[in-house]
C-alpha cells in the first residue's frame, strides 16, 4: 500500500470536509485541474507563463530532492537508514560483545561502566545515547576529546550492528557477576611472597586523586573536582580546605596531585599540580600548573606560583595533563606533564607538554639543567618524548627518577628518566592507534631510550612507588605500579643487568590512581570507582600479621 496524503479539492475550500485519495490520483486531480485553469479561454499570456514557470521550477527542485535523497543513502550515511532499529541475533550479538571487548573496553570499561572515556550506561552517555548519536560516535569520533573514528576502519554494517549492540546490552544481565567490587577484603590475600589484608581508610571520595602525608601523620587527600582534605589520625574526614586554586575540571583536568616539602615541619610548605583555567579567560583552556601554599586553621594561605605557561599554551584539550610531583631531596622538584593529547608537542622542544621537569623548590630554573642556555628549549625540560606520565617517583637506593606513562591502545612503559634523555613519543611507541588505524611511529630507534618494560595491552599505567619499607619485607627493593583501565597493583623488580619483570599483586577492587608507601610501611593506593566517580576512597594493604 502506497502513502496516503488528505486531498483538497474545490469543496475544501468551501469548509467541506477533505476527501482522503492515494497520492497519485490527488497529483493527478491538481495536475488536470491547473492545465483546464491556466489554458482556459480569455487567461491572460502572462499569468500563464507564471505558472508554466513556477511549474518547471517545481518539477526541478523536487527531482534534485529525489537524487539528493538516494545519493545519502547510496553513500550509506543516510541517517533513517543507519539508525533504523536493529535486531541482533544471539551469534551476531557475542560477535559485537568481542567486538567491544577489542575496541571500546580500553576506554569504556569491559563492562561499560566507564574508565577514561566516560559510562555507556543508559543515562550516564556523555555525547547522547539515541543510535543517530551513538552512530556518529562510532564513524566521526570526538578527536579533540580523544576519541578516534571507526568509520574508516569498520563497514557501515557492522556500525550498525555495534549501535544495537550497545542499546541491547544494558537489557542483558551482566556476565561478570563474580566480578569484585572495590573496597576491603574480606579474607587474606597473597602475592609476591606477601600475606595482606585490603583495608578501607577513607571513603566517599569523589575522583581522588593524590596521598601525601604530613609529619605528625595526617593526610592529606586531593579530588579531581578541586578539593583537598586532611584525614586525621583518628580516621575522621575534614571539610574541603577553603582556598584552593580554581581548577580547569574538564576531561582529565581537575586538582591533582599533593606533596609535602621535606622540610615541611621548618618551612609549612604543601604543594598542588592542578589543571589551571586559561588566565584572563579566553574560552575552556587549560594547562598543568604548580602552586605552593600552607593550611592555616582550615585555609590555603600563602600561597605561590612555582610553574605556569602562558595563556597561549593553554589548550581546550581535557587530556594528558601529567602532574605527578617529586623532590629529590637536594632542593628540587621533578614534575611531569603530558602532550595535553596533541603528538607533536613531545618532540618539541619548545613547547613545555609532553616532558618531564625539573626546578628548584621554590620556582627558580636550575642552572645545570641539560638544556640550560639553549634558547629554543623550554628551560625546565629534564627530559622529553613522554605521552602521559601518571606515575613518577625518586627509588631511596640509587636516587634514580623512575616513571609510568599512558601510551595509546598498548604500549604503556615504564621508563628510568636520564638528563637531556628522548623517550620517543609520538616518534616511537609500542602501542597502536586507539581505532587500529596504521601507525605513523616506528616501534624502536637508536636515539631513543626504550622502556625497561611496556604494557600491552594498557594498564592505564597511573600512580607509581618504590618500597623500601619493613612491613613487607619481599618487596623491598622494587616498585609498585597501578593501573586506571587495569584495575590493579603490579610489583616491578629491577634487576642489576637492567632488565625488568612484574607480577600482579591485587586487580578488580577499582580503577587505582594512585600507589603511595605510608609511615607505618603500609601500602596505600587512591581507588577510584567506575560505576560511581563519587564512590572514590582511599585503601592500604597492610601485612595479614601486623595489628591492624
Known amino acids: 500500500m502506497g502513502w496516503e496524503t488528505t486531498g483538497h479539492d474545490a469543496r475544501s475550500f468551501t469548509g467541506e470536509t477533505p476527501v482522503p485519495r492515494s497520492a497519485g490520483r490527488f497529483w493527478a486531480g491538481r495536475r ?66 568481542r567486538q567491544y571487548l577489542l575496541l571500546c573496553a580500553n576506554c569504556h570499561g569491559a563492562d561499560r561502566n566507564g574508565g577514561l572515556g566516560g559510562s555507556l550506561v543508559p543515562g550516564n552517555w556523555r555525547r547522547g545515547e539515541t543510535a543517530e548519536e551513538i552512530l556518529k560516535s562510532i564513524k566521526i569520533g570526538y578527536p579533540e576529546a580523544g576519541m578516534p573514528g571507526f568509520g574508516a576502519l569498520l563497514p557501515d554494517a557492522e556500525v550498525r550492528e555495534l549501535v544495537a549492540y550497545l542499546q541491547e546490552a544494558p537489557r542483558r544481565p551482566m556476565a561478570e557477576t563474580a566480578r569484585k567490587t572495590a573496597g576491603a577484603s574480606t579474607r587474606d590475600l597473597s602475592a609476591a611472597g606477601e600475606t595482606f589484608v585490603l583495608e578501607d581508610v577513607a571513603t566517599g571520595l569523589e575522583t581522588p586523586w593524590g596521598i601525601a602525608w604530613l609529619p605528625d601523620g595526617r593526610m592529606l587527600v586531593t579530588e579531581r573536582p578541586g578539593r583537598l582534605r586532611i584525614l586525621g589520625t583518628d580516621g575522621r574526614m575534614s571539610a574541603p580546605v577553603a582556598g584552593t586554586p580554581a581548577v580547569f575540571a574538564k576531561g582529565q583536568g581537575g586538582l591533582m596531585d599533593v606533596a609535602v616539602h621535606p622540610n615541611h615541619a621548618q618551612n609549612g610548605w604543601i604543594y598542588l599540580s592542578y589543571s589551571q583555567p586559561r588566565p584572563g579567560g579566553g574560552g575552556e583552556a587549560g594547562f598543568t600548573a604548580i602552586v605552593r601554599g600552607k593550611i592555616v586553621d582550615g585555609r590555603w594561605v600563602e600561597q605561590q606560583m612555582i610553574f605556569e605557561v602562558p595563556a597561549a599554551l593553554h589548550s581546550g584539550s581535557g587530556r594528558h595533563y601529567g602532574s605527578r610531583l617529586v623532590f629529590d631531596g637536594a632542593g ?16 618539541n622542544l619548545a613547547h613545555p607538554a609532553g616532558k618531564i621537569h625539573r626546578l628548584h623548590d621554590d620556582g627558580r630554573m636550575p642552572a645545570d639543567n641539560p638544556f640550560a642556555g639553549r634558547a629554543e628549549v623550554w628551560p625546565s625540560v629534564w627530559a622529553y618524548g613522554v605521552r602521559n606520565p601518571h606515575g613518577l617517583v625518586r627509588d631511596g637506593v640509587t636516587g634514580r627518577l623512575w616513571e609510568t606513562e599512558h601510551g595509546p591502545r598498548g604500549g604503556d612503559e615504564f621508563n628510568w628518566i636520564e638528563a637531556g634523555k628522548n623517550y620517543g613519543w609520538a616518534a616511537v611507541s609500542r602501542g597502536k592507534n586507539y581505532n587500529y588505524m596504521p601507525v605513523k611511529w616506528a616501534t624502536s630507534r637508536p636515539d631513543v631510550n626504550e622502556p625497561l618494560l611496556d604494557w600491552t595491552p594498557s594498564i592505564g599505567a597511573s600512580g607509581l612507588a618504590f618500597y623500601n619499607a619493613a612491613a613487607f619485607p619481599a618487596w623491598r627493593g622494587s616498585f609498585l605500579a597501578g593501573g586506571l583501565v587495569g584495575e590493579r597493583v603490579d610489583q616491578i623488580v629491577v634487576s642489576a643487568d637492567g632488565s625488568a619483570r612484574r607480577e600482579t599483586i591485587l586487580k578488580d577492587r577499582g580503577r587505582v590512581r594512585d600507589v603511595r608507601v605510608g609511615p607505618d610501611g603500609f601500602v596505600y593506593l587512591a581507588l577510584n570507582d567506575r560505576r560511581d566517580e563519587k564512590a572514590g576512597r582511599i585503601v592500604r594493604l597492610r601485612p595479614a600479621a601486623a595489628q591492624k
Open 32 to 97: 488536470l485541474e491547473s492545465r483546464r485553469r491556466i489554458f482556459r479561454p480569455g487567461a491572460g499570456a502572462l499569468r500563464r507563463g507564471v505558472l508554466v514557470w513556477a511549474r518547471i521550477t517545481f518539477k526541478i527542485m523536487t527531482f534534485k530532492s529525489c537524487l539528493g535523497a538516494l545519493g545519502l543513502v547510496w553513500g550509506g550515511w543516510s541517517v533513517a537508514a543507519e539508525t533504523a532499529p536493529l535486531r541482533l541475533s544471539e551469534e551476531a550479538y557475542q560477535r559485537n560483545h
Open 332 to 347: 628540587f622538584l621533578f614534575f611531569g606533564i603530558g602532550d595535553r593529547g596533541a603528538d607533536g608537542t613531545a618532540q
